[in-house]
């Protein structure tokens, strides 16, 4: 029997449960975190222990569960918060969320958690109403700036029959942001003190490249990973902001505590900018979003031989176009110009035509620049005319680059 890879080997997490339908996903956290080497410490809120037993719990992680603060020998809970790498709260409630955002210590969860040291990671689940009361966000919002990492909710099929935000993210996923978190550099992990000047802002990014289908098994696209979108949503969100990253069909994991909504084609894509666009403060335009696609598309697969040998094309929507009359006052435009010859002067046009604030500006061609590298030289273009060029840098540092100038582009109104 081969032994699974052990990412979680040698850690101690805290888990902690609340009281939503979702607890029972918990039970197939804990089983994957262990299988992945951790050692897993549940903390149950009583309301977690109305929806499943804590005996689930202990069998799978194979310690004790804790859900009384008094139970506990004197002092234990505090070692058991000191001693925790990380600390991850999987279903969170709205009503966690506020006990948690304004330092309450009412139960073991919330006491643990105000005595934690190491990172902390949630993933709320809730009703699509509760997760977007002014008063929920506000918590979050408070949360965000204070470091915490929120993974989902995502969009998809309530327990209450209807279909919203709130849904809590699947476990693979919050394992994968958990990874993230440890892997991270302590202030990005937790960044007390580090910048949070994007709090408050709601960001709206598009990543990776599009495809547009001839049929159901062949498309056309282009080479782009989507690494310098997902770079820029990853350092968005470390700034404290909300943001909502709208990926092309992407290998990547989504960064901690982004919102992905996944799409396929140019129109999909257009449809999914256009919905979030009326409550978003920033857009960033980084996927690569095809200009053509096939002008008829078959619904079964073309046999090679009744293949044309010619392809009729036709344009793709352009998301940029209608943006004017749903974009809110005050939407902070960013751009990218990814070309192979005579980059400034189609940047500087694209700039201009489109009405952006700022335009990323690369040239593809260019060895370790461009789509499929973890690097970029790129030139910001400002609508002040201003240019300032970059020297070769991974592409977190570009994002960084990018969201400093977004953030000052806001500062100065
Ligand atoms: C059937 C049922 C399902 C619930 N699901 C959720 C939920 O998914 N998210 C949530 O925030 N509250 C949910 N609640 C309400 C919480 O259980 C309630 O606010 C409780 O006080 C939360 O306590 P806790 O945060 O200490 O776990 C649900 C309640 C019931 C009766």
């Given at each position: 029997m081969s032994r699974q890879p052990q990412p979680f080997a040698a850690r101690t997490l805290l888990l902690g449960v609340c009281?939503?339908?979702?607890?029972?996903?918990a039970v197939y956290l804990v089983r994957l975190l262990t299988e992945a080497g951790a050692r897993v410490q549940v903390v149950m809120t009583g309301a977690a222990t109305r929806f499943v037993a804590p005996l689930s719990f202990e069998s799978v992680s194979g310690q004790p569960v804790v859900t009384?603060?008094?139970?506990?020998?004197?002092?234990r809970h505090i070692e058991l918060a000191e001693t925790a790498h990380a600390a991850v709260v999987a279903p969170a409630t709205a009503d966690l969320l506020a006990r948690h955002a304004s330092g309450q210590a009412d139960d073991a969860l919330s006491t643990l958690l105000l005595a934690l040291r190491g990172p902390l990671l949630v993933a709320p689940a809730m009703d699509g109403g509760m997760w977007e009361h002014p008063a929920t966000q506000a918590n979050v919002e408070v949360l965000r700036k204070r470091g915490v990492t929120f993974v989902g909710p995502e969009h998809g099929p309530l327990a209450s029959g209807l279909t919203g935000p709130g849904r809590m993210a699947e476990p693979e996923r919050i394992v994968e942001a958990l990874l993230s978190l440890l892997a991270a550099p302590r202030s990005a992990a937790?960044?007390?003190?580090?910048?949070?000047?994007?709090?408050?802002e709601r960001v709206v990014v598009t990543a990776g490249a599009t495809r547009e289908h001839l049929d159901p098994v062949r498309f056309l696209s282009n080479p782009s990973t989507g690494r310098m979108g997902f770079a820029l949503a990853a350092e968005a969100a470390r700034r404290g902001a909300r943001v909502t990253l709208i990926a092309a069909p992407s290998e990547l994991p989504t960064p901690p505590g982004v919102s992905r909504v996944d799409v396929v084609s140019a129109a999909d894509m257009r449809d999914a900018v256009h919905a979030r666009l009326?409550?978003?403060?920033v857009l960033l335009m980084a996927a690569a979003v095809a200009d053509f696609r096939p002008a008829r598309r078959h619904p079964h697969k073309v046999k090679k031989g009744k293949a044309e040998q010619s392809l009729a094309l036709e344009r793709t929507e352009?998301?940029?176009?209608?943006?004017d009359a749903i974009a809110p006052e005050g939407l902070i435009r960013v751009g990218f110009a990814a070309e192979t010859r005579d980059v400034l002067a189609h940047a500087r046009g694209k700039l201009q035509d489109k009405g952006l604030h700022l335009i990323v500006a690369n040239?593809?061609?260019?060895?370790?620049?461009?789509?499929?590298?973890?690097t970029n030289r790129v030139v910001l273009l400002s609508r002040d005319g201003a240019e300032e060029s970059l020297p070769l840098l991974a592409k977190s540092e570009v994002a960084a680059a990018v969201l400093e100038r977004v953030a000052r582009l806001r500062r100065s109104g």
């Open positions: 009281g939503s339908i979702a607890a029972y996903k009384d603060l008094y139970a506990l020998p004197a002092n937790r960044p007390q003190g580090a910048v949070a000047d994007l709090s408050g009326p409550d978003a403060t352009d998301i940029l176009k209608g943006l040239d593809v061609s260019e060895p370790g620049s461009g789509f499929a590298t973890d």
